[in-house]
T-cell receptor, first 112, second 115 residues
Framework: KNEVEQSPQNLTAQEGEFITINCSYS?????LHWLQQHPGGGIVSLFMLSSGKKKHGRLIATINIQEKHSSLHITASHPRDSAVYICAVRWDGSGNTGKLIFGQGTTLQVKP | DAGVIQSPRHEVTEMGQEVTLRCKPI?????LFWYRQTMMRGLELLIY????????DSGMPEDRFSAKMPNASFSTLKIQPSEPRDSAVYFC?????????????FGPGTRLLVL
């Protein structure tokens, strides 16, 4: 079993729909990242969370440390949101160096 | 800032050849990471440096892979000899870790094809 599991693996939505991507992890962590990888391959860091919730535009990320679970929400989805969304956790056994463990990614396609 | 710079962007080589991938982190960052991404395995951490010192290389596949960071502004990942199964996209990322806060910034990646 992977230490970081994402669901769903693939997601197709219609433009305007509310989207949720989930990430569960089994190790102790000090932070969780949500990354976005565009079809061209570039990776962008969306959020870094250690507790609570963060919002940026139409994107919202939440984390529940006790349940070892995080969600990424996209409101009013748009075709340009089509990308692979990757959850990564900073394992808290990694000291002060930031080693990340990655989920397998969720491929999102938003149709017009 | 130009962001994390990687070169080359694409590399095609024949098996057995030596491949060197290069990375210039963002100025002022004190951590550098090398990742590999394949369809089968997704993103994997190969090695990371903190203040130019290799901290954890447990992700390096085998002895054919080596990484160096001679100074704060440059790192290399070398594969010698290369094999077809090394074909992947190799990302370099850098971050500045302070007070528990850290965001990694990824380079554009090097797409490697070993024939």
């Amino acid at each position: 079993k992977n230490e970081v599991e994402q669901s769903p693996q693939n997601l197709t939505a219609q433009e305007g729909e509310f989207i949720t991507i989930n990430c569960s992890y089994s190790v102790g962590i000090s932070a969780l990242h949500w990354l976005q990888q565009h079809p061209g391959g570039g990776i962008v860091s969306l959020f870094m969370l250690s507790s609570g919730k963060k919002k940026h535009g139409r994107l919202i990320a939440t984390i529940n440390i006790q349940e070892k679970h995080s969600s990424l929400h996209i409101t009013a989805s748009h075709p340009r949101d089509s990308a692979v969304y990757i959850c990564a956790v900073r394992w808290d056994g990694s000291g002060n160096t930031g080693k990340l463990i990655f989920g397998q990614g969720t491929t999102l396609q938003v149709k017009p | 800032d130009a962001g994390v710079i990687q070169s080359p962007r694409h590399e095609v080589t024949e098996m057995g050849q030596e491949v060197t991938l290069r990375c210039k982190p963002i100025s002022g960052h004190n951590s550098l990471f090398w990742y590999r991404q394949t369809m089968m395995r997704g993103l994997e951490l190969l090695i990371y440096f903190n203040n130019n010192v290799p901290i954890d290389d447990s992700g390096m596949p085998e002895d054919r892979f080596s990484a160096k960071m001679p100074n704060a502004s440059f790192s290399t990942l070398k594969i010698q000899p290369s094999e077809p199964r090394d074909s992947a996209v190799y990302f370099c990322a850098s971050s500045y870790r302070a007070g528990g806060r850290e965001t990694q910034y990824f380079g554009p990646g090097t797409r490697l094809l070993v024939l």
